[in-house]
């Protein structure tokens, strides 16, 4: 096999790893049945995440430029890491409140939404096939989550605006890292 060949099976190995971790972020809140606050988990996330992460900073803090322009410096990293912090209190909260598959579904339109803040924000083209995925994603939300607009309905719930704040906070998450 050769070098790209070993690249492409460790890239796998990663997203695979990623994956694994991400079901496991996303159905812990829900075993612990509302015990933990929203707040309490997303602060051992980020914990967790930051002792990953320092190892890594501290090898490479020479290659990092230090701007301080409260848009692309420090700044841009605290609106991220704020939106990254929502996105995950959010969906946790969510998936205690309703069940996890309407939370996954609701908070899968994130993709959605960082299309569309790209298109605002950073003045990314949308072509055909964009907002064709974008309206597809939706309609695949719609049809996993099963939306009843009765009484008992569990998308005119606090859970369900828990799960699109999510969404919306992952979507500017996400433009940030491509800014």
């Known amino acids: 096999m050769t070098g ?3 690249a492409i099976i460790r890239a796998w190995l990663w997203v695979l790893l990623a994956t694994l971790l991400f079901a496991i972020m996303f159905t812990i809140p829900k075993f612990l049945d509302g015990s933990v606050a929203a707040v309490q988990v997303a602060f051992f996330r980020y914990c967790a995440g930051f002792l990953t992460i320092v190892p890594v900073f501290l090898m490479r803090r020479k290659s990092i430029r230090r701007e301080r322009h409260p848009i692309t410096g420090y700044g841009f990293h605290i609106l991220r890491a704020l939106m990254g912090s929502l996105s995950v209190v959010a969906i946790a ?3 205690v409140e309703i069940p996890l598959a309407n939370a996954q579904a609701i908070n899968m339109t994130s993709g959605m939404f960082a299309a569309i803040f790209a298109v605002l924000v950073l003045r990314e083209r949308l072509n055909r096939f964009g907002t ?6 939706l309609a695949g939300a719609v049809v996993v989550a099963e939306p009843r607009l009765d009484a008992g309905s569990q ?3 606090f859970g369900a605006l828990a799960a699109l704040a999510s969404a ?3 979507g500017v998450d996400s433009i940030t890292l491509k800014y």
């Open 132 to 137: 064709a995925a974008i309206f597809i994603s």
């Open 4 to 6: 790209d060949g070993h």
């Open 155 to 157: 998308w005119l719930s």
């Open 168 to 170: 919306v906070a992952w």
């Open 93 to 95: 909260y969510a998936v």
